[in-house]
């Protein structure tokens, strides 16, 4: 009887082993990065609005990332650059989006600290992590 209590217990502990190898890896999923700028545009676009002032006297960026693709997005990475009304190129700020579904939209609202005057904001993907 101990024999047999033994072998379904490292029967057990071997299985559970496994289990965990196989899906702790990104859950289960396998990944691929994509940076080249022609191959990110087939995948995924990026829209934002001008910075608004919150309540607390913040400025926040609000926008949403398209997946064009027919696989899930693990994150897209953006570069919302600011201007101001000259032009002049301002604040860069850094915001990853993740979990975007195929084929839908994901939203955003991004902190941007506290920025002076008004800013006009134009988004780019410039990394893209898809499941494979």
Request: charged share 25%; glycine share 8%.
């Amino acid at each position: 009887m101990r024999r047999v209590m033994l072998v379904l217990l490292v029967t057990a502990v071997v299985a559970g082993v496994v289990g965990y190898m196989a899906v702790s890896q990104k859950g289960g999923t396998s990944t691929v990065t994509i940076r080249d700028p022609k191959l990110i545009p087939k995948y995924a676009v990026a829209f934002v609005r001008n910075p608004y002032k919150d309540d607390y006297d913040l400025s926040r960026i609000a926008g949403y990332v398209d997946n064009l693709g027919t696989t899930r997005i693990i994150r897209a990475h953006l570069e919302i650059q600011l201007v101001d009304s000259s032009g002049n190129r301002k604040e860069l700020v850094k915001y990853d989006v993740t979990s975007i579904g195929p084929r839908s939209r994901k939203s955003f609202d991004a902190n941007a600290g506290g920025l002076p005057a008004s800013r006009r904001s134009t988004a780019k993907i410039t990394v893209i992590e898809v499941v494979k």
